[in-house]
């Protein structure tokens, strides 16, 4: 069975911290995606990254896929109030379905 | 651009009833996916549907069901259900199916929250 275990499962942190989520799991994946949650919507796609050792900047945000692509981390640098929500990593393994890790729920209070 | 539509937003129905949500995707995308979210277990994978045929099933048992149109409009039902199956129904469409090309992300809709008495 394909798992990806997101850590922390929850955090709360204050306006212009920075943190980092990671995602991990023992599969190999051919890419991994990033989203984000708000209450009431659908997950909505961060990033895509597909190259082993791959980092992408988006703003504030930092991916990386890890060198064997099995695991992934979301760095947020001064975190503020509009980036709470639930994270969600989802590694694709080539069967036509993505797996989806844990959450990751943040709360960044003003 | 229309995004990811589904219908209804809510619901509420008694165990042993049966139930059918629809699912709008993206104009051109081919691909319509469902999720069920639920707080302890997470974004679990129901189906995948290319050109009205199902590539890939979830570990969900036979009463969850679906299929797709040739407009891909994509529908799923539960039958007899149980006070398990309320959940976050969740569809999302890409344009070719679910990462062949990696460039191919999953959009989301806002879900169907399905809560069973």
């Known amino acids: 069975t394909q798992l990806l275990e997101q850590s922390p499962q929850f955090l709360s942190i204050q306006e212009g911290e920075n943190l980092t989520v990671y995602c991990n799991s023992s599969s190999v994946f051919s890419s991994l995606q990033w989203y984000r949650q708000e209450p009431g919507e659908g997950p909505v796609l961060l990033v895509t990254v597909v190259t082993g050792g791959e980092v992408k900047k988006l703003k504030r945000l930092t991916f990386q896929f890890g060198d064997a692509r099995k695991d992934s981390s979301l760095h947020i640098t001064a975190a503020q109030p509009g980036d709470t929500g639930l994270y969600l990593c989802a590694g694709y393994p080539g069967t036509y379905k993505y797996i989806f890790g844990t959450g990751t729920r943040l709360k960044v209070l003003a | 651009k229309a995004g990811v539509t589904q219908t209804p937003r809510y619901l509420i129905k008694t165990r042993g009833q049966q139930v059918t949500l629809s699912c709008s995707p993206i104009?051109?995308?081919?691909?319509v996916s469902w999720y069920q979210q639920t707080p302890g277990q997470g974004l679990q994978f129901l189906f995948e549907y290319f050109s009205e045929t199902q590539r890939n099933k979830g570990n969900f048992p036979g009463r969850f069901s679906g299929r797709q149109f040739s407009n891909s409009r994509s529908e799923m039902n539960v039958s007899t259900l149980e006070l398990g199956d309320s959940a976050l129904y969740l569809c999302a469409s890409s344009l070719t199916g679910q990462g062949v090309e990696w460039n191919s992300p999953l959009h989301f809709g806002n879900g169907t929250r399905l809560t069973v008495t």
């Open positions: 104009s051109g995308h081919r691909s």
